[in-house]
């Protein structure tokens, strides 16, 4: 079962009033709806998304909730579909659900053995395999380079290409095994981790969203709404963090201009300084908190 991470905290960023309408963009095990729903005194609406099918018992017994699938650039479209206009509250937290990892069939999890699908939508072509097999050396070494910031992409692209013309990868287990080869370190769980992950983003296109998601929320928010985003590393919170700055901002030409050219106005205030992490006690009881950071801003 998935256990949301910092939900005290999203609650206090998200709700901007009581009745207001909520976008769950990340759904997953629905953690996050469910508190907002259950929070004395909230008498609104959540309207929860997720790219991926909803798992077995996360439907939210509410006349107040309902579930749409779609991407983050889908938001308008699916929220005309729930009759929203303008959103309260928009949440993201990105990354993958527990449900997601602990099942060896959707192919993330290094430490289980299945498939190299890793799609969050199960409709898409592209699946992790089919980057292995069928991306250049090149691109392979850019994939592991953006993603999993591994400073020897470039032979390990070459070593996989070479293993995978005696014999195509297509199993989470053969992939580990051959990382596992080609590492030359002690321990190479955090190297395991970091391939696994920049596979996973490639497949999902997932920083490209995050980009997409952001800009197709700063319309729909209402005057005074929140937006609340929750990265598990630095590539999500980097992307989160500039375009807060940006958007926070009257001018965002280069330095140096005698006057403004740009003409770019400011639409929202931040409400995190800094981003908000989990308490001790929340690390030690959820692992997925370690890494989390919240950052929160509102609509002006
Ligand atoms: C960390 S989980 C969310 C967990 C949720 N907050 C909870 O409390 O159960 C992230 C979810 O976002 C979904 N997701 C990832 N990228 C997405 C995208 N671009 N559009 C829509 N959903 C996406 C994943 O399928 C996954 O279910």
Known sequence: ???????????????????????????GGGGHSKALLELPGFAGTVIGIDR???????????????????NFAEMPDRLALAGVARPSGILFDFGLSS?????????????????????????????????????????????????????????????????RQKKRITATGELRLLLVAFWRGPNPRRFLARIFQALRIEVNQELENIRRGLEASLPLLEPG?????????????????????????????????????CGHRASLKILTAKPVLASAKEK????????????AAQKL
């Open 99 to 163: 449900e997601q990892l602990d099942d060896p069939s959707r192919g993330f999890s290094f430490q289980l053995e299945g498939p190299l699908d890793m799609r969050f939508d199960r409709g898409q072509e592209l699946t992790a395999e089919k980057i292995l097999n069928e991306y250049s050396e090149k691109a392979l070494a850019d994939v592991f380079f953006r993603y999993g910031e591994e400073p020897k992409a470039k032979s390990l692209a070459r070593f996989l290409v070479k293993a």
């Open 1 to 27: 079962m998935h256990r949301p991470v910092l939900v005290r905290e999203v609650l206090s960023f998200w709700l901007a009033r009581p009745d207001g309408a909520y976008v769950d963009m990340t759904f």
């Open 52 to 70: 991926d099918r909803m798992p077995e018992g996360a439907a939210l017994q509410s006349p107040r909730f309902s579930f749409y699938r779609g």
């Open 225 to 261: 709404g929140r937006l609340v985003a929750i990265s598990y590393h630095s590539l999500e919170d980097r992307l989160v963090k500039d375009f807060f700055k940006r958007e926070s901002k009257d001018c965002v030409c280069p330095p140096g201009l005698p006057e403004c050219l």
């Open 284 to 295: 030690e009881e959820n692992p997925r908190a370690g890494s989390a950071k919240l950052r």
